[in-house]
DNA sequence: CCAATAGTGTCTGTAAGACAATATTGG
DNA sequence: CCAATATTGTCTTACAGACACTATTGG
């Protein structure tokens, strides 16, 4: 900010504006994306579903505010994945007073159930296809600016599989390149051609390394048991793995 | 933000939270990229070269106050491109007071000369290569985490550059496409084909539209007068041009 | 053996990078 | 005509998508 300004208008001849985060916390569960919300307890928007989020205290990074606001809702046994989102300031986007959110997108690994009896009355994992995102019809109301705010994070994640390895931050440690797909598959909403996507995967340079282990005997149908696979290195993914849709002209 | 939150951190038991806007504009001057920056007139970083930014005023969204501040220091003839790029919050980035500021980056096709006299007891155009990117070996020094903002925008500018338009938006509404470009040689720093760039961006559907004129006599010496375009209705560029640097392997 | 899933081989169309060749224009 | 810039042609290589085929494994 420019000091020049600081003459002209000095802090404390505005109203108090608060700092707050939000948290897009996704993970897939039973091969279907799921989103954390809670159910606000008290006005506004009582009763209505919300994404989890709070003040941002004194001393404490923007990061970190997330973390532990996400922490204090869910169990995390590793540290997920998480960056920011993008800041949403309009000014009557809370009724109660000016709050500037900074929305992040985390992402982990089935996350086990939300903590309960915890601050939020009811913290759960809500498939996205209740809100809009794909198959469902229904879309269940959120509080506040939080249906364009997820909006904006599925957006995110979306891409993001394409040219980054983030994928991986939704499965465990080593898992097999068929679950792999399933993650595109279920927040892409389409089938991949399994073969293509198998051979694709493995020639990006530094997305996933073979362990040498081979999966567990699958389920009660037969079928070769994979191999099993780690996160590589890269941080971006080189060629990219396109949408299927997107390869659609665009004009 | 959880409305559980709100009953055990009520916003008055913290200290006040300023809530300011920072821009990184970008424009193109003699074939190289430059950035606005204002000389600070008061401590702390007295004299420092600072991003220009302020305070976000009550009932102002966050774009408008990025834009009211970036019409303060130079004379818009049009709307440029505005785009939010990410939150600073770190507790202590600015000495005085918690400060989060939501960073924005702007770009416009050639504008004229900074405002002078205006609050800003300085503002002006620095090339980019003054500020450690390019070919410059010299690194002026920014003021609080400006540094770290202006890498962040011109890496995402960079990267926007592969798979949105926004190079036109460095361009007045006509141009050839040798202007386009000098503006993605100049920002990524690199030389490119011209003939390949040139069937490349015409190959891309609703980047650039063939507007019958023609660009008037060059400059001093000869060369065939290159056909004028205008930008096109896309988004988002389908097949991206890549980097070249990019393309070597990643891991 | 049959069904189901994993992984490999091949072929075709699209697109990128290299290089050559043609089209214009100022001097 | 010469130098310089614009634009088009071709060729080679990389890679995505389609499809056929081989490899395993449970029942």
């Known amino acids: 900010m420019a000091a020049e300004e600081q003459r002209e208008y000095d802090p404390h001849d505005y109203p108090p504006v608060a700092a707050t985060v939000d948290i897009v916390a996704l993970t897939i569960r039973g091969d279907v994306p799921h ?13 209505s579903w919300a994404l989890p989020g709070g003040f941002v205290r004194p001393d404490e990074d923007l990061a970190t505010a997330a973390l532990r606001e996400l922490s204090e809702e869910t169990h995390l046994t590793v540290a997920p994945h998480l960056e920011q989102l993008g800041t949403y300031g309009t000014p009557d986007r809370d009724p109660r007073m000016r709050v500037i959110s900074v929305a992040h997108l985390a992402i982990a690994a089935g996350l086990p159930e939300p903590k309960s009896g915890s601050d939020a009355a009811d913290a759960q994992w809500v498939p996205l296809s209740r809100l809009g995102f794909g198959d469902g019809a229904e879309t269940l109301p959120l509080a506040f600016d939080h249906a364009v705010i997820l909006a904006d994070a599925v957006e995110r994640a979306r891409a993001k599989l394409e040219y980054t390895p983030i994928a991986t931050s939704f499965l465990p440690p080593e898992f097999t390149i068929a679950q792999l797909r399933a993650i595109y598959e279920s927040l892409w909403n389409e089938p991949l051609h ?5 051979r694709k995967v493995r020639s990006v340079s530094g997305f996933v390394i073979d362990t040498g282990h081979i999966a567990p005997s699958g389920r009660d149908k037969g079928g070769r048991r994979a191999r099993l696979y780690r996160a590589g290195e890269a ?3 080189h060629p990219a793995l396109l949408r299927p849709s997107i390869t659609s002209t665009t004009a």
């Open 35 to 47: 989103v954390l919300l809670v159910r606000r307890g008290e006005a506004p928007y009582r009763n």
């Open 194 to 198: 399994a073969a293509n996507f198998h």
């Open 235 to 237: 941080t971006l993914l």
